[in-house]
Each structure stands twice: as C-alpha cells, then as structure tokens.
C-alpha cells in the first residue's frame, strides 16, 4: 500500500479553485519518494485550468479551440515547431518549453496524428506539463510502452490517453478534448469511461435527468491507459462536487476488476459512499476478437466482459444495460442518499488520500486464448519461423501432457511488458505466475531474479534453465524488434532440451498503418484467407465483426463501445445480432452507405437496427446520409433508426418525413422492440 506524500513542486505551483484547494488539502506532507501516483490531484481541473495546445494551427485543433475558448476554457496558445507568431488571437510558441516558461500551462491537449503522439508526449513530460491529455487513435503500443516508462519515473506530469475523447469540467467550463459540448451541463456526477460515445450517451442521460456532471474523465480504449477507473474513483471520492459517479468499462484488461474492489474496500471503509452505477460492454463479443478499440480484446488469463459486470455488481455498483438509463437510476439513488456526512469515514483513521488506494491483482475467470483475430496475427508456421531465425529449437506437434505455456505481452495494470508461465491453456489464475518488467530495463539476463522466478514458477530443471532463458530472451527481440503485443508458445521438455512445439504471435497493426513500421510483418497478412465482408468494411474505415449463429438483425453504429453496448443489449431484449459494427465516432453518408452496402450481404439480415448517437456529427446530417443510402441502394430490408444527441428531432423528424421504409426512435427500448419484431416478422 502506497504511504502518503508531499504535492510534487510543479503541483503546488497549479492555480487552484475552493474546490480543488479543498482536494488538494487532503494530503500531508511526509518524507517519501515521489512517483506518479503523486500526479493524481493534476486531474481536477476547472475555470482555473491554463491550457495549451500542440498540433495548434492543424484543422482539428482550429476548431476545437474555438468551441472551447466560446465555452470558456481558459486556452494559453499553441506550439507549432520552430515558429514563433500568433493563430485565433493567441500565441504560437515554437516548443512545449518556450511555452511552459512564458505561459505556464496546467494541462497540454495534443492534437496530433498517431505516429507523432509519443513523442509530442515525451516534450510535454520534459517540460513538466501538469496533465496531458492525448486524443489521438493509433498511436503504436510500443511507442506508449515507452512514454509509460518515463512517466513511472516521474511526479510531475499525469496523462489521460491516448485514444480518448478527453477531460472535461462542466462546472468549471474546461475542455480538454473534443467532447460535444450541447450534451454537457454543470451538476454533481462524476463520470469514468474508456468509450467515447457511451460516456456522450452517458452525460446526455445525465443531463436529461437534470443532474448534471462535475467531471468527466475518459480512461479511453486504448491497451495502456494513462489514467484508469482506480484513479478517476479516487479523485472523485475526494471531490465535493461530485455526489454520484458512473462507471463505464468494455472487454478488455482488469480494469474494471480492479475498480470492483476499489468500490468493496470504499463501502466497506465509507458510513454514507456515494452512489455508483456501471455498465460493462462486451457481454456478447465473441471470444479471442478485438471490438473496434484496439484495447478491446482479453489476453491470456484476462476476465470476460460478464465477469467483470458480476464484479462490479457484487462490490454493491447499481449496473445497468444501457446508457440512457443511467439519469434516472443515479436521480433515485442520489434522491435516497442522506445528505450529511456524505465524506465521512467509519473510524477516523480510515479514509484515503489520493495516493494511499492499494492495486489488488484480482482472481478472474479465465478463457482459452483461441483463434483471436487480428490483422497481423500471423499463422503458426509463420511464427514458429521467427523462433528458428533466433537459434530456439521447434518442432510443430499437438498438445501433450507436461507442455507449458510462456507468453510476453503487455501488462495493462504495472503498464509495462509482462511474462506469463502457465501449466496449463487456459492460463488458470491459480497456475499462472504473472512477471511484469521494465520496457527500458528489461533485465532478462539469465542469472536475473525475473528468469529465476520463471523457471521457479515453471519448475523448470537445472539443466533446462538456460533454454528458456534463452526462449524468453528471443521472444523479447522479436517482442521489441517487430513490435509484438502478445507472443505466445507452447513448449515441452524432452531429452533433447526444451522444445517449443506451437506458437501464436501477434503483431501491432498502428505501427505499420499509423507509423509505416514493420512492413515486413505485415506482409505475411492473407486477406484471401480472412472473412470478405471484414476486409471490405477495412477498405471504409469501418470495423466489421460476423457474429455466429441465428443473427437475424444488422447494427450499424457510430462507436466501438456503443456498437457493443448495442448488440449486448438487444440481445437482452430477445433479438439475434447478425455482426457488430462501428463507423467510427464521424458517421458520414459515405460510411452510412458502405455499412448498409455489406451488412445486407449478409443473407440472414432481416432487419437493421441503426443506432447514432450525434455528438461529433448532427443528428440531421446522419439523417440525411440514411435517406440517401437507402435510395441509392434500392433497400428492401426494413432499417429501425434510433438517433440521440445534436439535433436530434430534426434528424428523426426527417427520417419520418422521408416516405421510406424507416423507424425513427429516439429511446433505445422501443426501438430494440421495433427492431426485434420486424426481423421476426420477414
């Protein structure tokens, strides 16, 4: 368990409101080693917040910054490398530090392209920026691998991201991202999402309920998260302004796990906690496929989206099956809570700071890790390969009795690489040792204590230690070298030595399609050999997944997380999902008609259940691109349309108005029951 410790230098310096003086007074000054735990208290901004901009005069953040600056979020200027002049009236400054010694930035908003996140980053961290927030999609695993490993050294710099929509403080005005503004209002819920569009649909229950939010805070769908659930719960637990706090998760990682106990230990610690709600994502993704987000998919030994929602459900959070019934359920919840001694603790020493909540590594229910899909999972041969070129040796056989199982992939709770050694397939809690390691101090050498506790673990016999040494240290080149983020083997011991017998190795595809990195990897992709409608749907920008089974009902969806959250909640309500799929936060006419072109090539659509949630794109626009896609197209197939967010009456009353075959919906159950009974009726 973390001991408390002095706010870091750059911290105390932070302008500060009542509120956050009162968050900030809550820790005590003791003698202990600084780290980025110590960062917490950057994540409370507000009217006081300075903020800057890199990628300042690029298209996105031009408009950003004037929808933010109308709002009221205090904007200090920009950097654009090497120039000195002036963009929407306020300053460029040539380098993150020239404007950290003019301006004195509390947060940086970086508004720039995948490839380029990290090291824009790396600027921001060494100038000691107080809170960074990383909006980009794409940004190389490896290359956040190694921001993490800088930022773990340090006390000074938080970040939120990447992959995210942002940070932003209604009641202080101050956006930090590309949220849509109209759905936001200041009120006293807290709000923690990894998924854009579901916390959009989230505040705009909120708000409808007339609540409001405090500060809402996206964990983003990304593998390695700058900021997670534990610590957006903690900051909130400390926030007068936050009465309530909804929690929204997806497959993928522990996170919610660890939130779950987070919640039990408050309960258990709290006379009067604030009420909590949560939605899990992901119930019905099939296994071993990545959803949309590229941190959307469950390594060896990682829970199910279902296991987490029992989870959380177990730890006393009110759970819900979709977003808009979040306003309504958190109004009772908040109409029934006493309203004194809200922070109160049951003993006096009990309550926690920012930095003092313990990391528990939880019990979960495991998976065979089977037939996961990716674009750069290569085949067996392909990997078994890539063994042989390190000297390790291979022979292709089936399963057996004694094999073991070693893998490297990325720990998304220590936020570093990690070593798993199984018994066992399935990676059963119980028989596996989980071994995280620096990404810039690997220390993999083979009289190291980490390759000591594996081969312990594995009990590995004296005269195999240096062949798995020697098979670990070749998985981290390949690892390193081709930008790996789970390699796999099976393997076995005979009398010749160590064997590796299967291997299953996946590659990260943003660091060939955002960075041009590792096209050699890339190559040994067989399209041919991969379901047409998915790579077609690539082709668009558009994420496709075939569901098995009976699905009689096509989802087209802005959002990964609300494409799942769509699927698992008309399953809910009686129908069968035919494929999941996600146009992306910018739903265009264009992908509207790409996305109603391949899910009607699937025979067993009966029906199609459009759901668009308008933040970043108007409801109307939206409209009009179904109308004409469904012209263009000649569709025959009945379309439910569910529209929510900006302008919403205006697009539903177009779809109505339209003379087509089409339902316009703005609540999510009629529309599910719509949806429902027409693929039954066809």
Known sequence: MARLCSLPARARNFPINQSSSRLLSRFSTSSRRSNYADTLPNLKIGKHTKVLFQGFT???????????????????????????????????????????????????????????????IEEAIAAEIPLVVAVAEHVPIHDILRIHSMLQTQSKTRLVGANVPGIISAIGKCRIGFQPLPCFAPGNVGIIAKSGTLS???????????????????????????????DALTVFENDPDTEGIVLVGEIGGIAEIEAADWIKDYRRRTTNPKPIMGLVGGLQAPPG?????????????????????????????????????????????????????????????????????????????????????RSLYVKQFQALDMLKEKSIAVREAAPSEGDFFVTLTVDRTSLSPCILASSTADFEPSLTG?????????????????????????????????????????????FKEKEGYLLEVRASLSTSGLEVRGA??????????????????????????????????????????????EGSIGTLVNGAGLAMNTVDALTIHGGHCANFLDTGGKATSETVKSSFRI??????????????????????????????????????????????????????????????????FDGFEPAAKKVISLAKEA
Request: proline share 5%; charged share 25%.
């Open 58 to 120: 690029g298209r996105q953040a031009t408009a950003n910054v004037k929808e933010s600056l109308a709002w009221g979020t205090k904007i200090v200027g920009g950097v654009k490398p090497g120039v000195e002049g002036e963009h929407l009236g306020l300053p460029i400054f040539p380098s993150v530090r020239t404007a950290q010694e003019k301006a004195r930035p509390d947060a940086s908003a970086i508004y720039v392209p995948g490839n380029q996140t990290a090291q824009a």
């Open 200 to 230: 959009y649909e989230t505040v705009a229950s909120i708000t409808r309920a007339g609540l409001g939010q405090s500060l809402c805070i996206s964990m983003g769908g990304d593998s390695l998260a700058g900021t997670n659930f534990v």
């Open 289 to 373: 496929r990545i959803m949309g987000h590229a941190g959307a998919w469950a390594a060896p030994g990682e829970p199910d989206a279902k296991t987490k929602y029992r989870a959380l459900e177990r730890a006393g959070t009110v759970m819900v099956n979709h977003p808009e019934k979040f306003g309504e359920g958190m109004k009772t919840l908040l109409n029934s809570r006493p309203r004194v001694g809200t922070t109160s603790a049951s003993s006096g020493n009990q309550k926690r700071g920012l930095h003092t909540m313990r990391r528990v590594t939880p019990k979960t229910t495991t998976r065979a890790p089977l037939k996961q899909t």
């Open 434 to 478: 989980r071994f995280p390691f620096s990404y810039a101090n690997p220390d993999l050498d083979g009289r190291s204590s980490l390759m000591k506790a594996v081969a312990a673990h594995l009990h590995t016999p004296a005269e195999a230690y240096e062949n798995l040494a020697q098979l670990i240290q070749s998985l981290w080149q390949i």
């Open 504 to 549: 299953r190795f996946g590659f990260d595809d943003a660091a060939y399609k955002s960075s041009g990195r590792q096209e050699e990897v890339h190559k040994l992709r067989n399209k041919a050999e991969e379901v047409p409608e998915e790579v077609e749907a690539e082709k668009d920008g558009i994420v496709y997944v075939k569901l098995d089974g």
């Open 599 to 664: 899910i009607c090539s699937d025979p067993r659509v009966k029906a199609i259940f459009v759901n668009i949630f308008g933040g970043l794109t108007r409801c109307d626009m939206i409209a009009e691109g179904i109308i004409l896609a469904f012209r263009d197209l000649h569709m025959q197939v009945p379309v439910v349309v569910r529209l929510r967010g900006t302008n919403e009456e205006a697009g539903q009353k177009m779809i109505a108005e339209s003379g087509l075959p089409l339902h316009a």
